[in-house]
């Protein structure tokens, strides 16, 4: 099973308002991955957890925020949002990360943010 | 500043033509290339590489690595309307291990 899932799949929200999309693994992967993907444009990476420590972050603005309460679950958390933060974001997990080894990254299905 | 360059960016095709994506890459620390395809949602995991020369091989797709010309194609072989989608070239360098670097991809149509 390589399946990462995603909640919520659509979701629309205002500049003021708080929100969080989740994602889910049961694969054993030690390493997770947000992304954001805007239309007609590769993925860019925003967060990487490994063994649920925040390992990079790709000078992302305060307004989104990261969480990994365990090993399967990671969180992005939403405030303030600008309308151009509308995107798909992604949520991705390998087995691990780091200079241990190289593992193929698994995508969920994606959140289809919009700010308005 | 790394580098994955994909080509050409789209292609339209006939079903049953044989079609070759291209990516090159120009990055510090490689450590592996990967081929995701991307049809409306995630991009869905096909190929990595890590080793020059070794084909990977999957029903119709296969893939390659020159690391010596830094560069990877993917064939696919008898298209089918279903391989329409968008085809990700994405690079893993760096001592961190962790940061995917993604060509823009190629987006490929193929017709009835």
């Known amino acids: 099973d390589t399946e990462v899932t995603q909640t919520p799949k659509h979701l629309v929200m205002g500049m003021t308002n708080k929100k969080s999309l989740k994602c889910e693994q049961h694969?054993?992967?030690?390493?997770m991955y947000w992304y954001k993907q805007k239309a007609k444009k590769p993925p860019e990476l925003m967060f990487v957890?490994?063994?649920?420590?925040?390992?990079i972050n790709e000078s992302v603005p305060s307004r989104f925020s990261p969480e990994c309460p365990n090993s399967s679950l990671l969180n992005l958390h939403l405030h303030a949002l600008q309308p151009e933060d509308s995107a798909l974001y992604l949520c991705?997990?390998?087995?691990?990360?780091?200079?241990?080894?190289?593992?193929?990254?698994?995508f969920g299905p994606g959140t289809r943010l919009t700010v308005t | 500043e790394d580098k994955v360059v994909q080509s050409p960016l789209s292609l339209v095709v006939h079903e049953g033509d044989t079609v070759t994506l291209n990516c090159s890459y120009e990055?510090?620390?490689?450590?592996?290339l990967l081929w995701y395809k991307q049809e409306k949602k995630a991009p869905t995991f096909l190929f990595m590489l890590?080793?020059?020369?070794i084909e990977k091989k999957s029903g119709r797709l296969s893939s390659i690595l020159d690391k010596k010309e830094l560069f990877s194609i993917l064939n696919i072989t008898a298209t089918q309307t279903g391989d329409s989608a968008i085809y990700l070239c994405?690079?893993?360098?760096?001592?961190?291990?962790?940061?995917?670097?993604f060509g823009k991809g190629t987006s490929l149509l193929v017709t009835p």
């Open positions: 890590t080793s020059s020369g």
């Open positions: 694969m054993g992967h030690r390493a």
């Open positions: 990055v510090t620390n490689f450590r592996s």
């Open positions: 957890y490994s063994y649920e420590k925040l390992s």
């Open positions: 994405a690079v893993e360098a760096g001592n961190s291990g962790y940061a995917l670097n």
């Open positions: 991705a997990s390998s087995q691990e990360g780091g200079t241990g080894g190289t593992y193929e990254q698994y």
